[in-house]
């Protein structure tokens, strides 16, 4: 099947090996675009530099590229998933991975360890005080490096040629310029993503774990059973 993948530009680079890897094709559409914040990187760098964190929490691909080739001596390095991981390996840094796709599952994964550390976050301009308040409540100390904005491209998504289109984050969803077909496959690729996607009248018909190789393995299965039926 071929799938249109909302994407942030540049951050598809291994979008279509993965997708083959897994029997389908896919190609990126853009419904968001980013502006990188360039004092506001060079701030969290020199913190990271100066010894100000603990550790560092990566909650994307995109920050731990443009941040990773101008850290100095990080401390310890948590990184969301492993593209994430991969970013920051190109620069030299080793990081460790959450078992889960979720922010949510960063403070279960560093347990006791989190009392009294401050942990640099550096991440897009859209508010996530639940990881926040988790940190603080188990006793961390959480500053957020707010290094980019997320703007709606306001253009249509070129979806003529998909048979599904996989929305990868709710801001994708919810700031996109799209029309639904009758034989178009609606995916999420996570439970965030669907609940946005429910409560905006689009319930998708395939749920992944958060990440694309989960949701494309839930498209498998999804289309395993639709056939046996």
């Not at 979720?102 to 560093?110: A, E, G, K, Q, T």
């Not at 439970?191 to 992944?208: C, L, Q, Y």
Request: net charge neutral.
């Amino acid at each position: 099947m071929k799938i249109a993948v909302t994407r942030l530009a540049g951050k598809e680079k291994s979008d279509a090996t993965r997708c083959e890897k897994l029997g389908h094709s896919c190609y990126s559409v853009h419904p968001l675009r980013s502006e990188l914040y360039q004092e506001v990187i060079s701030d969290f760098a020199k913190a990271a530099g100066a010894g100000e964190f603990d550790c560092l929490f990566f909650t994307s691909a995109l920050p731990a590229k443009i941040i990773a080739p101008i850290l100095t001596n990080p401390p310890r390095v948590i990184a969301i998933g492993p593209q994430t991981a991969k970013e920051l390996e190109l620069s030299g840094i080793s990081s460790e991975i959450l078992p889960g796709f979720y922010s949510r599952d960063f403070v279960p994964y560093l347990g006791d360890w989190i009392r009294g550390k401050r942990i640099g976050i550096p991440r897009a301009d859209v508010t996530n005080d639940k990881l926040i308040s988790a940190i603080t409540d188990a006793g961390g100390i959480a500053r957020e490096f707010r290094c980019y904005g997320l703007e709606p491209t306001s253009e249509p998504l070129s979806l003529e040629k998909a048979g599904a289109i996989l929305f990868t984050s709710a801001m994708s969803y919810t700031k996109a310029v799209w029309t639904p077909r009758p034989d178009l496959l609606v995916m999420a690729i996570g439970e965030i993503t669907a609940d946005a996607m429910r409560h905006g009248g689009h319930p998708p018909s395939v749920v992944g774990d958060g990440s694309l190789e989960g949701s494309l393995a839930a498209l498998n299965q999804y289309l395993n059973q639709k056939g046996s039926a």
